[in-house]
Nanobody
Framework: QVQLVESGGGLVQPGGSLRLSCAGS????????IGWFRQAPGKEREGVSC????????YYADSVKGRFTISRDNAKNTVYLQMNSLKPEDTAVYYC?????????????????WGQGTQVTVSS
Protein backbone atom coordinates (compact mmCIF):
# COMPACT_ATOMS: atom_id res chain seq x y z
CA GLN A 1 0.00 0.00 0.00
CA VAL A 2 1.50 3.28 -1.13
CA GLN A 3 1.42 6.00 1.50
CA LEU A 4 2.87 9.49 1.77
CA VAL A 5 3.02 11.30 5.09
CA GLU A 6 3.95 14.97 5.34
CA SER A 7 5.33 16.61 8.46
CA GLY A 8 7.19 19.73 9.50
CA GLY A 9 4.53 22.36 9.04
CA GLY A 10 3.77 25.02 11.59
CA LEU A 11 3.65 28.71 12.38
CA VAL A 12 6.65 30.82 11.40
CA GLN A 13 7.35 34.52 11.18
CA PRO A 14 7.97 36.22 7.84
CA GLY A 15 11.57 35.68 6.80
CA GLY A 16 11.77 32.44 8.73
CA SER A 17 12.39 28.88 7.56
CA LEU A 18 10.73 25.50 7.73
CA ARG A 19 11.64 22.09 6.40
CA LEU A 20 8.82 19.85 5.28
CA SER A 21 9.27 16.09 5.08
CA CYS A 22 7.42 13.61 2.89
CA ALA A 23 7.95 10.05 4.08
CA GLY A 24 7.04 7.29 1.68
CA SER A 25 5.96 3.76 2.51
CA UNK A 26 4.98 0.87 0.28
CA UNK A 27 7.19 2.18 -2.53
CA UNK A 28 10.61 3.71 -3.11
CA UNK A 29 10.69 7.47 -3.55
CA UNK A 30 13.59 7.20 -5.98
CA UNK A 31 11.42 5.23 -8.42
CA UNK A 32 8.77 7.98 -8.52
CA UNK A 33 8.89 11.65 -9.27
CA ILE A 34 7.83 13.45 -6.12
CA GLY A 35 6.11 16.80 -6.14
CA TRP A 36 5.12 19.37 -3.56
CA PHE A 37 1.87 21.25 -4.01
CA ARG A 38 0.07 23.81 -1.87
CA GLN A 39 -3.43 25.16 -1.47
CA ALA A 40 -4.15 28.47 0.17
CA PRO A 41 -7.62 29.32 1.51
CA GLY A 42 -9.97 30.18 -1.32
CA LYS A 43 -7.42 29.33 -3.99
CA GLU A 44 -6.77 26.40 -6.28
CA ARG A 45 -3.98 23.99 -5.48
CA GLU A 46 -0.72 24.86 -7.23
CA GLY A 47 2.52 23.08 -7.92
CA VAL A 48 5.50 24.27 -5.90
CA SER A 49 8.40 21.97 -6.69
CA CYS A 50 9.23 18.48 -7.88
CA UNK A 51 12.16 16.13 -8.23
CA UNK A 52 12.36 13.63 -11.05
CA UNK A 53 13.02 9.94 -10.60
CA UNK A 54 15.11 9.72 -13.77
CA UNK A 55 18.05 11.91 -12.83
CA UNK A 56 17.02 13.91 -9.78
CA UNK A 57 16.32 17.05 -11.78
CA UNK A 58 14.45 19.65 -9.78
CA TYR A 59 11.79 22.13 -10.80
CA TYR A 60 10.32 25.12 -9.02
CA ALA A 61 7.40 27.45 -9.44
CA ASP A 62 8.55 31.00 -10.16
CA SER A 63 7.03 32.16 -6.87
CA VAL A 64 9.44 30.03 -4.81
CA LYS A 65 12.60 29.95 -6.94
CA GLY A 66 15.65 30.90 -4.95
CA ARG A 67 13.83 30.38 -1.64
CA PHE A 68 12.74 26.72 -1.64
CA THR A 69 14.90 23.65 -2.18
CA ILE A 70 13.65 20.12 -2.80
CA SER A 71 15.84 17.13 -2.00
CA ARG A 72 15.59 13.38 -1.63
CA ASP A 73 17.13 10.96 0.86
CA ASN A 74 16.78 7.49 -0.63
CA ALA A 75 18.08 5.78 2.51
CA LYS A 76 15.25 7.35 4.54
CA ASN A 77 12.75 7.07 1.67
CA THR A 78 11.93 10.71 2.28
CA VAL A 79 11.71 13.87 0.20
CA TYR A 80 12.25 17.26 1.80
CA LEU A 81 11.21 20.79 0.99
CA GLN A 82 13.46 23.38 2.62
CA MET A 83 11.62 26.69 2.70
CA ASN A 84 13.59 29.85 3.45
CA SER A 85 12.67 33.54 3.44
CA LEU A 86 9.05 32.64 3.97
CA LYS A 87 6.38 35.18 3.12
CA PRO A 88 2.76 35.48 4.29
CA GLU A 89 1.67 34.46 0.79
CA ASP A 90 3.35 31.08 1.35
CA THR A 91 0.64 30.27 3.88
CA ALA A 92 -1.14 27.14 2.69
CA VAL A 93 -1.66 23.44 3.23
CA TYR A 94 1.30 21.70 1.62
CA TYR A 95 0.90 18.29 0.03
CA CYS A 96 3.42 15.87 -1.39
CA UNK A 97 2.51 13.51 -4.19
CA UNK A 98 4.09 10.70 -6.20
CA UNK A 99 4.04 10.31 -9.96
CA UNK A 100 5.15 7.24 -11.93
CA UNK A 101 6.48 9.55 -14.63
CA UNK A 102 10.26 9.57 -14.78
CA UNK A 103 10.45 13.23 -15.72
CA UNK A 104 9.51 15.96 -13.31
CA UNK A 105 6.23 17.76 -13.74
CA UNK A 106 4.02 20.07 -11.70
CA UNK A 107 0.98 18.90 -13.61
CA UNK A 108 -1.37 17.37 -11.01
CA UNK A 109 -3.12 14.75 -13.19
CA UNK A 110 0.18 12.89 -13.49
CA UNK A 111 0.30 12.28 -9.74
CA UNK A 112 -1.35 9.10 -8.49
CA UNK A 113 -0.65 9.18 -4.77
CA TRP A 114 -1.13 12.04 -2.33
CA GLY A 115 -0.40 12.73 1.30
CA GLN A 116 -2.85 14.25 3.76
CA GLY A 117 -1.15 17.65 3.86
CA THR A 118 0.57 19.77 6.47
CA GLN A 119 -0.35 23.36 7.38
CA VAL A 120 2.20 26.13 6.95
CA THR A 121 1.29 29.53 8.36
CA VAL A 122 3.56 32.53 7.88
CA SER A 123 2.51 35.37 10.13
CA SER A 124 3.90 37.84 12.62
Amino acid sequence: QVQLVESGGGLVQPGGSLRLSCAGSGFSVDYYSIGWFRQAPGKEREGVSCISSSDGSTYYADSVKGRFTISRDNAKNTVYLQMNSLKPEDTAVYYCAASPMSIGTLNEPYYDYWGQGTQVTVSS
